[in-house]
């Protein structure tokens, strides 16, 4: 779960999550088991590849009803909404999925779910769909805030406090949301001209071109990271300098 030295590391996150199914197995110790399935939800979600990913939701439920478990429906079901999106639902549909996965997050004890956690979501499924990025004003971003401010503020028509907003826009924290994370800054950098983030954008997606942006969180997505990294090309061959 700390393998995140920089984007691009599913492949390397699923052979710790074969280890952990496999030892936990062997020895009986359920938690661990749960464990391990959900790091392979995560990292073969990342590699857009659903059918192995379903098959580790599936068990990593079985065990929790077993083990009385209840917290690990918060992922399975943020994983299967995740994937609703991910694998190619109309928007209205795709929205209303997290939605409805979002009512049961209230008390589950985790912040950087139960705040946040949906705005974002949403906010990446539409700058997948190429759609506006308008929030209420009262939104609360939790800990993302800084990452979607910039997007926010130009779909307000506000250009140059977005401008501003994403200058002071830090790198993401390397976790299972840095890709996605990523993908928006370099969203942003785009539709402002920003250059230099342009170019930070590109330089931390590289390694992660073939996963699926967000995925890897097995909650949410913005879509392929090649799409994110031809856009952002285009763009920068289109500018000066």
């Given at each position: 779960?700390?393998?995140?030295?920089?984007?691009?590391?599913?492949?390397?996150?699923?052979?710790?999550?074969?280890?952990?199914?496999?030892?936990?197995?062997?020895?009986?110790?359920?938690?661990?088991?749960?464990?391990?399935?959900?790091?392979?939800?995560?990292?073969?979600?990342?590699?857009?590849?659903?059918?192995?990913?379903?098959?580790?939701?599936?068990?990593?439920?079985?065990?929790?009803?077993?083990?009385?478990?209840?917290?690990v429906g918060v992922f399975t079901g943020g994983?299967?909404?995740?994937?609703?999106?991910?694998?190619?639902?109309?928007?209205?549909?795709?929205?209303?999925?997290?939605?409805?996965?979002?009512?049961?997050?209230?008390?589950?004890?985790?912040?950087?779910?139960?705040?946040?956690?949906?705005?974002?979501?949403?906010?990446?499924?539409?700058?997948?769909?190429?759609?506006?990025?308008?929030?209420?004003?009262?939104?609360?971003?939790?800990?993302?805030?800084?990452?979607?401010?910039?997007?926010?503020?130009?779909?307000?028509?506000?250009?140059?406090?977005?401008?501003?907003?994403?200058?002071?826009?830090?790198?993401?924290?390397?976790?299972?949301?840095?890709?996605?994370?990523?993908?928006?800054?370099?969203?942003?950098?785009?539709a402002l001209g920003d250059r230099d983030a342009?170019?930070?954008?590109?330089?931390?997606?590289?390694?992660?071109?073939?996963?699926?942006?967000?995925?890897?969180?097995?909650?949410?997505?913005?879509?392929?990271?090649?799409?994110?990294?031809?856009?952002?090309?285009?763009?920068?061959?289109?500018?000066?300098?």
């Amino acid at each position: 779960m700390q393998t995140f030295q920089r984007a691009g590391l599913a492949p390397q996150r699923d052979a710790v999550g074969v280890e952990l199914v496999a030892l936990a197995a062997r020895h009986g110790l359920a938690t661990v088991e749960i464990l391990g399935h959900l790091i392979r939800v995560q990292a073969r979600s990342a590699l857009a590849d659903f059918t192995t990913a379903d098959a580790h939701a599936d068990a990593a439920d079985r065990l929790a009803a077993r083990h009385e478990s209840p917290l690990v429906g918060v992922f399975t079901g943020g994983y299967r909404a995740m994937r609703t999106a991910a694998t190619g639902a109309a928007y209205p549909d795709a929205e209303a999925t997290y939605r409805s996965w979002a009512t049961g997050l209230a008390g589950c004890g985790m912040p950087g779910v139960e705040r946040g956690l949906l705005p974002l979501a949403l906010l990446c499924l539409r700058v997948w769909h190429d759609r506006p990025a308008g929030f209420p004003a009262d939104t609360d971003w939790g800990p993302y805030a800084p990452w979607a401010r910039p997007l926010v503020l130009l779909s307000a028509g506000r250009r140059d406090e977005a401008a501003s907003a994403l200058r002071r826009t830090p790198a993401p924290p390397r976790d299972l949301l840095q890709e996605a994370l990523w993908c928006l800054t370099g969203r942003a950098a785009v539709a402002l001209g920003d250059r230099d983030a342009m170019l930070r954008a590109r330089d931390a997606l590289v390694p992660a071109a073939g996963e699926v942006a967000g995925a890897g969180s097995g909650l949410l997505t913005v879509g392929p990271v090649a799409a994110h990294l031809d856009r952002i090309t285009a763009a920068l061959l289109g500018s000066p300098g």
